[in-house]
Every structure is written in structure tokens, then in C-alpha cells.
């Protein structure tokens, strides 16, 4: 069997546009959770100063009282909801990267399919049982992976509704 030097380079040059793409990715990800996080710090820093100012002004303890749930029920509230973004921002992404992985798995099953058909082809006289264990192995991985993906994306979708369950309850 030899090798043809335009499918190795049409390899090389898809592994690394997945490769960047997986990079991209990532950096938008992170993009994404600095922006979430600066944004909660600022909040954060300007309800704390806020809060403390309302403190210093307080006359008496009915006040205070008053002041401590007008002050706590937000915070807990933006608490929430910072939560529930970072987890819409983690599960896009894990949708993105097994989207990409789905799609290089694609790839890699016409592969290797097409390599165990030419190797069949080319195959010796009495090498039937090793070419008919070798395609038994291979539609196992397929079903395999057919499998993890498709309880992968149960698991991942009863997790989001249970988030979104809890997030409801305030």
C-alpha cells in the first residue's frame, strides 16, 4: 500500500484546522467567563459600596433590619443568575466541542473504513477470518461511540434541566 502524498497533507491541514478550531474555542470560553466575572466583580464592588453606605446611615435597629433584607435577597438573587450564566456559557461550549469531536469521529470512521476496505482488497487468499474480526472491531468502536455520545448527550441534558429547576426556585 502506498502512500499518497495529497490525503497526508488534506490530513495534516484538517487536524490542524481542528486543532485551531477546538483553540478558538477555548479562548472565546474564556473570553466569555472574564466578561461574566468582570462584570459580577464591578457589581459586586458597587452593591458593597452602596451597602455600606446605606449601613452608615442607619438610625435605628428597625432599619437595620429592614436594610439586611433589602441588601441580602439581591446578592443572592445575582448570585443565581451569575450561576445559571456560567453554566448557559459551560454547556455551550461542551455542545461546541462534542460537535467537533462528533465531526472529527465522522472523519476518522470514513478512514479507517476505507483503509479496512482497500486492506480487504488487498488482502491475501485465507486472511478472511482476520479481515472479517478486524470489521467486527470497528463497527464495535463505531457502536461504541455511538453509544457514549448518545448517553453523553442525556446525562448532559438532564443536568441543564435540573439546573434550570433549581435556578427557578428562588
Known amino acids: ?9 488534506a490530513s495534516n491541514k484538517a487536524t490542524v484546522d481542528s486543532l485551531l478550531a477546538v483553540a478558538n474555542t477555548a479562548l472565546a470560553t474564556a473570553e466569555r467567563i472574564a466578561a461574566l ?7 459586586s464592588l458597587e452593591d458593597s459600596t452602596s451597602a455600606a453606605k446605606a449601613i ?6 428597625g432599619d ?9 435577597q ?6 443565581v443568575d451569575y450561576s445559571r450564566s456560567l453554566f448557559e456559557i459551560s ?8 460537535k467537533m469531536l462528533e465531526g472529527q ?15 480487504a482488497k488487498a488482502a491475501p487468499a485465507g486472511t478472511e477470518p482476520f479481515v472479517a474480526a478486524m470489521q467486527n472491531a470497528i463497527n464495535s468502536a463505531n457502536n461504541a ?26
Open 64 to 72: 437595620a433590619a429592614a436594610l439586611q433584607s433589602s441588601i441580602v
Open 56 to 61: 452608615l446611615a442607619v438610625k435605628n435597629p
Open 105 to 119: 469521529f465522522a472523519d476518522f470512521q470514513k478512514q479507517v473504513s476505507s483503509l479496512a476496505a482497500q486492506a
Open 74 to 79: 439581591p446578592a443572592v438573587a445575582k448570585a
Open 145 to 170: 461511540f455511538s453509544g457514549m455520545t448518545a448517553m453523553a448527550k442525556q446525562i448532559s441534558e438532564t443536568v441543564q434541566a435540573n439546573v434550570v429547576a433549581a435556578t427557578k426556585v428562588k
Open 1 to 9: 500500500m502506498s502512500i499518497n502524498l495529497e490525503q497526508f497533507a
Open 37 to 43: 466575572n468582570l462584570s459580577a466583580a464591578r457589581t
Open 91 to 98: 454547556t455551550e461550549s461542551q455542545q461546541q466541542f462534542a
